[in-house]
């Protein structure tokens, strides 16, 4: 397709990452609450397994009652989205905060803390996670800057299925990797040239070596720690198609070599082992696997070209080397076998990941402790004397 490029930032096998500072010791103090806010976002962001990282804005209130052995605290935090996926390892005290023209994200949390003799175990939040700025508020600011749209749109939706049907005819890659989540979708409209769609997507690897004849969409994923996982962002022109992808790639956890003859293991995921739209696993809205968020935490992403609107993507983040190379028509490959439901339809996202927002286009901070955890075994955080 004439003008269409591709880019792929290669991360180093090795990332540099900068290690975040230890962890304060959380006081029944007057003054412990920064301590306190600190780990609340240690924990937030461990359990933020969908959607962007947050980073700490302000501390509202900071309330403390003294029990035998102790203290339980509360906190009123408002915390900015980060432009970092869960997947990417960065600390998210180095994650650039989202710009308002990006479509800035907040969310206030009540959250609250047992400390008992050293031991700070985090009981419970909840979170209110809007955008900055509502749609209405941005056509009065910015007229032309792309709008966010729900994460189930369709046109959405299609751009992000062509464009994940470009990145797969990325020859450098070992295996066909597929969507694990759609992180937001945008849409603006270029005088003359129609509608376009920017979205920003993570993708993983998965078990189907590149070049195989099977739908990459009925691949299974490699088992989280041992899978490549990468963050795309995506331009798309209901007139053209796709204009351009830009990805960086992260590196398994798990990087232990397979002995000779061994084979990579296959792990039953939640939602019943199977990959998504195969056995009857059906994934959350936006999310084509892990039904229930199962690829632990570690994405910021490469940077392609501004989109036009006057409203670019957020800059690139963490290490790396760039390359390019060109796809194909993406059309579809009629001989290739396909299972489950097509992508985007209804039956394919149902519902929206395991807790609501009151924004569809959002990745909220879905509550702690999740349904069925009991109260009294969260995360802590002890220091010993």
């Given at each position: 397709?004439?003008?269409?490029?591709?880019?792929?930032?290669?991360?180093?096998?090795?990332?540099?990452v900068?290690?975040?500072?230890?962890?304060?010791?959380?006081?029944?103090?007057?003054?412990?609450?920064?301590?306190?806010?600190?780990?609340?976002?240690?924990?937030?962001?461990?359990?933020?397994?969908?959607?962007?990282?947050?980073?700490?804005?302000?501390?509202?209130?900071?309330?403390?009652?003294?029990?035998?052995?102790?203290?339980n605290?509360?906190?009123q935090?408002?915390?900015?989205?980060?432009?970092?996926?869960?997947?990417?390892?960065?600390?998210?005290?180095?994650?650039?905060?989202?710009?308002?023209?990006?479509?800035?994200?907040?969310?206030?949390?009540?959250?609250?803390?047992?400390?008992?003799?050293?031991?700070?175990?985090?009981?419970?939040?909840?979170c209110?996670?809007r955008?900055?700025?509502?749609?209405?508020?941005?056509?009065?600011?910015?007229?032309?800057?792309?709008?966010?749209?729900?994460?189930?749109?369709?046109?959405?939706?299609?751009?992000?299925?062509?464009?994940?049907?470009?990145?797969?005819?990325?020859?450098?890659n070992?295996?066909?990797?597929?969507?694990?989540?759609?992180?937001?979708?945008?849409?603006?409209?270029?005088?003359?040239?129609?509608?376009?769609?920017?979205?920003?997507?993570?993708l993983?690897?998965?078990?189907?070596?590149m070049?195989s004849?099977?739908?990459?969409?009925?691949?299974?994923?490699?088992c989280?720690?041992?899978?490549?996982h990468?963050?795309?962002?995506?331009?798309?022109?209901?007139?053209?198609?796709?204009?351009?992808?830009?990805?960086?790639?992260?590196?398994?956890?798990?990087?232990?070599?397979?002995?000779?003859?061994?084979?990579?293991?296959?792990?039953?995921y939640?939602?019943?082992?199977?990959?998504?739209?195969?056995?009857?696993?059906?994934?959350?809205?936006?999310?084509l696997?892990?039904?229930?968020?199962?690829?632990?935490?570690?994405?910021?992403?490469?940077?392609?070209?501004?989109p036009?609107?006057?409203d670019?993507?957020?800059?690139?983040?963490?290490?790396?080397?760039?390359?390019?190379?060109?796809g194909?028509d993406?059309?579809?490959?009629?001989?290739?076998?396909?299972?489950?439901?097509?992508?985007g339809?209804?039956?394919?996202?149902?519902?929206?990941?395991?807790?609501?927002?009151?924004?569809?286009?959002?990745?909220?901070?879905?509550?702690?402790?999740?349904?069925?955890?009991?109260?009294?075994?969260g995360?802590?955080?002890?220091h010993?004397?």
């Open positions: 397709m004439k003008g269409f490029h591709i880019v792929v930032l290669l991360s180093s096998a090795v990332l540099l900068s290690a975040a500072p230890a962890l304060e010791l959380v006081t029944c103090s007057e003054d412990g609450g920064p301590a306190a806010a600190r780990l609340a976002m240690h924990r937030i962001n461990e359990n933020h397994d969908h959607g962007y990282k947050f980073r700490l804005k302000t501390i509202q209130s900071h309330k403390m009652d003294k029990v035998d052995g102790g203290c605290l509360e906190l935090l408002n915390l900015l989205e980060t432009v970092c996926y869960n997947i990417d390892p960065k600390p998210f005290e180095d994650c650039l905060i989202r710009g308002e023209a990006e479509r800035a994200v907040m969310a206030n949390c009540t959250v609250q803390f047992s400390v008992r003799n050293n031991d700070a175990n985090l009981t419970k939040y909840e209110d996670t955008q900055v700025k509502t749609n209405q508020d941005m056509v009065m600011l910015c007229p032309d800057c792309p709008m966010l749209v729900p994460l189930n749109n369709i046109g959405g939706l299609k751009s992000v299925k062509e464009a994940v049907s470009k990145f797969n005819q990325n020859t450098t070992q295996h066909y990797y597929i969507l694990k989540e759609v992180g937001r979708i945008r849409v603006g409209h270029v005088l003359g040239s129609g509608m376009y769609y920017y979205t920003e997507f993570a993983v690897e998965t078990h189907c070596p070049g004849r099977i739908n990459p969409e009925a691949c299974q994923p490699l989280p720690d041992r899978a490549h990468a963050f795309c962002q995506s331009s798309y022109s209901n007139a053209t198609g796709v204009k351009s992808v830009a990805c960086e790639f992260y590196p398994p956890s798990n990087t232990t070599a397979l002995g000779p003859g061994e084979k990579e293991p296959l792990c039953r939640h939602g019943g082992g199977h990959p998504p739209g195969v056995g009857g696993a059906t994934p959350p809205l936006g999310c696997w892990p039904p229930h968020g199962g690829y632990g935490h570690p994405p910021h992403v490469g940077h392609g070209p501004p036009p609107g006057g670019g993507h957020p800059p690139r983040v963490g290490g790396g080397h760039g390359g390019h190379h060109h194909g993406g059309k579809d490959d009629k001989e290739k076998q396909h299972h489950g439901p097509p992508f339809s209804k039956q394919h996202f149902h519902h929206f990941h395991r807790c609501r927002g009151s924004d569809p286009a959002l990745h909220p901070i879905c509550p702690w402790p999740r349904s069925g955890h009991r109260h009294g075994h995360p802590s955080h002890r010993d004397d």
